[in-house]
């Protein structure tokens, strides 16, 4: 009977301590909210309304100088001398200036064959080019397949040179500073660079080459990508619709203004002597192509942007593959931004307002003001204003700007505007990494100097998983659940449920969509899944 009587009891004293909890943190929350919580989220609303507005301005300005461009601007050929190459009567094939084609590699079994093919099938003079394979792959069998294919293309009296080290010291950039050691690169003029799953059509040198040529103060020519792999599945469709803009928008307005841009690591051709007046390649940061980009512009060499030459390439499908890749992309330009940003002030070669576009439009607005709002306003500030109601977020900053930010975005990628909100839905929950990715690079903290290769399936990959029998992967922890993504999607959740009951902003919709968007990354259901042996 005792035991009997305990037993009901129990209950009742777990809801008595968890009321006692629950008022006690009620106490507290009062206590805090007025002098703490309150004016400190008053002033990061305000500090995100000002980020907001920046970046309102600088995709304003980009859409009226590129608009400008497309009504008025004179195409490359216009702007640029430019006069096709010729083979000459009494010179012969030194007409042609000597073209070296690096290709760095590590481990590219799926897509090694489809670059070096590409490479060796440029149009241009055989005993005027060189192919150089950089292969710093560490699985043995993969070394074995590249030099055998270089063996092959050789044998067709292609110029390819295999060229390996015995570490991986500098990863890309030591491999391409180590390749320009070399002693036949001396002949060379120019570099072109495509990375393992690049692959340019026949007539690429045929269509960049002659600007560098005519054009003694070009540095660099960067040609557009093409992926080959948009369509894969949602997520390479998002990709998309980010790159697109970059290289319709942000490249092509760079090259319009200011004849400067990002180099993007490929599909591009390097003025060897800006290359090495520049300093070479320098690994202090995991942009070395960026880096050699600034330092080249702060020595007075201008850059062209040609659009309208196209290289495939493969986007990364899979979720691990985008992450590591983006981390890589944010945490860099930070690091190099830290590294370089008095260097450019102090440099007298310059003008001022190029400057003044280089540190606070190229670094600050794009690469570190647009990752650090994004996720920072949208999946923490504003939601955190539902909990708190006397910090009020105006409807300009909420709705209003955000939306003419996307839709200008939007721009560069018309296909996949039916698909927009998933792309806003999408980049907020990678603007959680870019975030933190930004932050490591600024402070320089462990891991911003961490260089992992983007996974390539290619079509070699996705032909066998055509064929094999389905089976059910292994489920690995680790490599499917996100805990980050889950933690802010469960954050929003909470927040979303609190303005059902109690709020009037009425941003519950946005806040749901927004956690389950988090919630199917967190939990890898996202990209293209490849199963475990």
Known sequence: MDRLTSTTLLPDAFQGARD?????????????????????????????????????????????VIVLVKLFGRKPQKRYN???????????????????????????????????????????????????????????TIKDLVELECQRWASKGINVKYEIRDNRNG??????????????????????????????????????????VHNPQLALVQTRWKFVNSDECLMTRMQEMSLDYHFTVEQEVGSSTYAFFGFNGTAGVWRIAALNEAGGWKDRTTVEDMDLAVRASLKG?????????????????????????????????????????????RNKKVSLWKKVHVIYSFFFVRKIIAHINTFVFYCVVLPATVVVPEVAV????????????????????????????????????????????????????????????????????????????????????????????????????????????????HFFIFLYMQAIAFFIMGFGYVGTFVPHS
């Not at 929350?29 to 990061?44: C, D, E, F, T």
């Not at 481990?107 to 489809?114: G, I, K, T």
């Not at 490479?119 to 005027?128: E, Y």
């Open 394 to 505: 105006p409807k300009w900053g909420a709705v209003y700007i955000p939306s003419i930010i996307t839709l200008l975005n939007a721009v560069g990628t018309p296909r996949s505007l039916h698909l927009l909100i998933f792309w806003i839905l999408f980049e907020n929950v990678m603007a959680l990494h870019r975030t933190k990715a930004t932050i490591i690079g600024l402070l320089e903290a462990n891991g911003s100097n961490e260089w992992i290769v983007t996974e390539k399936l290619g079509d070699a990959f996705k032909a066998k998983a055509a064929t094999k029998a389905p089976r059910r992967p292994r489920f690995r922890i680790g490599e499917r659940l996100h805990l980050l993504e889950l933690g802010v999607g469960a954050y929003l959740f909470f927040c979303g449920c609190y303005d059902v009951f109690f709020g009037k902003n």
């Open 301 to 345: 060499w201008k850059f062209l942007y040609l659009g309208s030459v196209k290289t495939k390439n493969e986007l990364p499908s899979t979720f691990k593959a985008y992450r590591y890749q983006q981390h890589r992309w944010s945490c860099g330009p930070a690091n190099l931004f830290r590294k370089m940003v008095m260097e450019i002030i």
């Open 82 to 140: 430019w006069e096709p190459m010729k083979e000459d009567v009494e010179l012969g094939n030194s007409a042609y200036p000597m073209v070296l084609v690096q290709i760095p590699m590590y481990n590219e079994r799926e897509v090694y064959q489809l670059s070096i093919g590409a490479a060796c099938g440029l149009s241009w003079p055989s005993d005027r080019i060189i192919i150089q394979v950089l292969d710093d792959s560490t699985d043995p």
């Open 171 to 212: 990863y890309k950039a030591g491999a391409l500073k180590e390749g320009m050691k070399r002693s036949y690169v001396k002949q060379c003029d120019y570099v072109a660079i495509f990375d393992a799953d690049f692959q340019p059509e026949p007539d690429f040198l045929c269509r960049t080459i002659p600007f560098l």
């Open 20 to 64: 006692d909890i629950s008022m006690q943190l009620g106490i507290i929350w009062a206590q805090i909210k007025a002098p703490l919580i309150v004016p400190l989220l008053r002033l990061s609303v305000f500090l995100c309304l000002i980020m907001s507005l920046m970046l309102f301005i600088e995709r304003v300005y980009m859409g009226i």
